[in-house]
T-cell receptor, first 110, second 115 residues
Framework: GDSVTQMEGPVTLSEEAFLTINCTYT??????LFWYVQYPGEGLQLLLK?????DKGSNKGFEATYRKETTSFHLEKGSVQVSDSAVYFC?????????FGIGTKLQVIP | GAVVSQHPSWVICKSGTSVKIECRSL??????MFWYRQFPKQSLMLMAT?????????EQGVEKDKFLINHASLTLSTLTVTSAHPEDSSFYIC???????????FGPGTRLTVL
């Protein structure tokens, strides 16, 4: 079945540091790929998505590229802020359902 | 963007009682909604897929008689936890699928505490 493997956190970075959160997937067919963010005390919000190979999703300075050859969708941001502290979930949309990774907690310190 | 609401945002109930949680898509119609359960420091676990006008599809290991799902309209799905027990305490999250964008939009979640 479909699966998403996500690097375990927590990840602690200083403000303005470069962020990479790794995500790889296993799926049949050609799934859409997503990154969701969950801020403390809130529900999940769609951060960005990509629907086909080589697509790059981007939002709020975050970006991720759909790499079919490596089955990856790594999340990156060039300069993180304290307000980016949250849990980030990688997900794929397969046959009629979405499969989530375990989530990576990011803590950005001033 | 698309908005999904959940009500209530939190609820505390006594063991043995039933609790109903509502999930609404506010600005789009959702023929399919999903119910998830999230345990502390863990990912979301899909419980069931709710289809408007038909029976819900439950994931393996989820008791359909305990977690009753009704999807009565294109904008509303409800989850009823029947005869709740302390082990049912969790964070329940719904999402609604916008087929036009192939994207799920999530509600803010409902924190259930069973005493």
């Amino acid at each position: 079945g479909d699966s998403v493997t996500q690097m375990e956190g927590p990840v602690t970075l200083s403000e303005e540091a470069f962020l990479t959160i790794n995500c790889t997937y296993t799926a049949t067919g050609y799934p859409s790929l997503f990154w969701y963010v969950q801020y403390p005390g809130e529900g999940l919000q769609l951060l960005l998505k990509a629907t086909k190979a080589d697509d790059k999703g981007s939002n709020k300075g975050f970006e991720a590229t759909y790499r079919k050859e490596t089955t990856s969708f790594h999340l990156e941001k060039g300069s993180v802020q304290v307000s980016d502290s949250a849990v980030y979930f990688c997900a794929l949309s397969g046959a009629q359902k979405v499969t989530f990774g375990i989530g990576t907690k990011l803590q950005v310190i001033p | 963007g698309a908005v999904v609401s959940q009500h209530p945002s939190w609820v505390i109930c006594k063991s043995g009682t039933s609790v109903k949680i509502e999930c609404r898509s506010l600005d789009f119609q959702a023929t399919t909604m999903f119910w998830y359960r999230q345990f502390p420091k863990q990912s979301l676990m899909l419980m069931a897929t709710s289809n408007e006008g038909s029976k819900a599809t439950y994931e393996q290991g989820v008791e359909k008689d305990k977690f009753l799902i009704n999807h009565a309209s294109l904008t509303l799905s409800t989850l009823t936890v029947t005869s709740a027990h302390p082990e049912d305490s969790s964070f329940y999250i719904c999402s609604a699928e916008d087929r036009g964008t192939d994207t799920q939009y999530f509600g803010p979640g409902t924190r259930l505490t069973v005493l």
